[in-house]
């Protein structure tokens, strides 16, 4: 698979089997996210990987998942393996302004992972505070995202948008689709 089926493949993923991901492979992306661009190069991300089923079990409670989907979030059978938490370090970048950082790392994991054979979903909708709490963070970190990672238990595809609409939708099949913008919308003459 090469980076450009990697992207055209890749879909959210919020159901995964119940088989554990080698800590190996979840630090192998973390050693990708660390190689992602960063602005002025200041490389202010830190990374955890929480695999311990302890852990992952005090934290779904304080993860949202599927907005547009009235049963979306993982049942207790398909909760992801691990979580990959995206921390802010405050000393590197005191200004607390980590998200084009964070979302660079983000997708970089997220390609390195469909290639891997692994699912993602990347988590914005949490409470922070209490993650913070639950994994114990240092004050010096900002958690600014997870990102969800397993064995698919699930299918997602990208489909065309119509009239606007933005809302993925379960089909018939059980397949999520995922309304893109077609490339002639998104395409601008100058």
Known sequence: ?????????RRTIRK?????VEKEMLV???????MAAFGANMQPLKFAVIDDKNTLDLMFPSIK???YLADGAPKENE???AYIAVLGDREIK????????????VTTMMLAAEEKGLATCWL????????????????????VYLLAAGYPAQESKA???????VKYFMDEDKVLNVPKRPLDEVLIKL
């Open 79 to 81: 909760r992801p393996a």
């Open 159 to 165: 489909v065309e948008m119509t009239d606007g609409n």
């Open 65 to 67: 998942w599927a907005g």
């Open 124 to 143: 914005g909708a949490i409470d922070r505070s209490a993650l913070t709490d639950i994994l114990n963070l240092p004050e010096k970190y900002s958690l």
């Open 28 to 34: 192998g992306l973390v050693d990708c996210a660390r």
């Open 1 to 9: 698979m090469n980076v450009y089926e990697a992207i055209m493949k």
């Open 94 to 105: 005191p200004n607390g302004m980590f998200e084009t950082d964070a979302g660079a790392a």
């Open 16 to 20: 995964f089997k119940q088989e554990k």
